[in-house]
């Protein structure tokens, strides 16, 4: 079956820390990834996404995420994190085939000053 | 004016009652979906549409209706409100031959008292 995993529900971090969120996926044929996210009140806006070529993409805001095909992963990172960036954020997969996407729970990112 | 519009933006209804959620894009994209958000559930799929001619079921189709007017307007209608239809809607369209990104729509928060 076709699922995506965000084991961390809530995650805290410092202001100027780094972060990592995992995402892990399930899909029968070759994945798109994504990464969105969400800011209080606000629709979804996509950070990066992957489709094939090289497996480190860059997103807006700083962020990046590793395809690892091997783990079924495609975590994102930050290396400073900024108050701003405090939201939740969503993992999604699709198929060049299917026109959809389907979405993890969604990691609550918290930022302490 | 937003590429994606939603409304109305919040809505309180009671049980029983028929309520339809709108949806207009100026993106000029083909494909428009209907997803529902629920804490620590992510977003799930309701209904999607490729065409104006094509309607699918998701996920979570049982409940609800669409309706694809146009090739800019895709609504959302609960025939018979119950209260765990209370969510967050999100309308999303995409554009399979641009990259394959969805741009939603601010959302529509409805209670269902």
């Known amino acids: 079956a076709q699922s995506v995993t965000q084991p961390d529900i809530h995650i805290t971090v410092s202001e100027g820390a780094s972060l990592e969120l995992r995402c892990n996926y399930s899909?029968?044929?070759?994945?798109?990834l994504f990464w969105y996210v969400q800011s209080p009140g606000q629709g979804l806006q996509l950070l990066l996404k992957y489709f094939s070529g090289d497996t480190l993409v860059q997103g807006i805001k700083g962020f990046e995420a590793e395809f690892k095909r091997s783990q079924s992963s495609f975590n994102l990172r930050k290396p400073s994190v900024h108050w701003s960036d405090a939201a939740e954020y969503f993992c999604?997969?699709?198929?060049?085939?299917?026109?959809?996407?389907?979405f993890g729970q969604g990691t609550t990112l918290q930022v302490k000053p | 004016d937003a590429d994606v519009t939603q409304t109305p933006r919040n809505r309180i209804t009671k049980t029983g009652k028929r309520i339809m959620l709108e949806c207009s894009q100026t993106?000029?994209?083909?494909?428009m979906y209907w997803y529902r958000q629920d804490p620590g559930l992510g977003l799930r799929l309701i209904y999607y549409?490729?065409?104006?001619?094509?309607?699918n079921k998701g996920e979570i189709s049982d409940g609800y209706s669409v309706s694809r007017q146009a090739q800019a307007k895709f609504s959302l209608s609960l025939e018979s409100a119950i209260p765990n239809q209370t969510a967050l809607y999100f309308c999303?369209?995409?554009?399979?031959?641009?990259?394959?990104?969805?741009?939603f729509g601010s959302g529509t928060r409805l209670t269902v008292v």
């Open positions: 999303a369209t995409s554009d399979l031959g641009r990259a394959y990104g969805y741009t």
């Open positions: 993106k000029g994209h083909d494909r």
């Open positions: 899909y029968g044929a070759t994945p798109y």
């Open positions: 999604a997969v699709g198929g060049s085939n299917t026109g959809k996407l389907i």
């Open positions: 549409s490729f065409d104006v001619k094509d309607i």
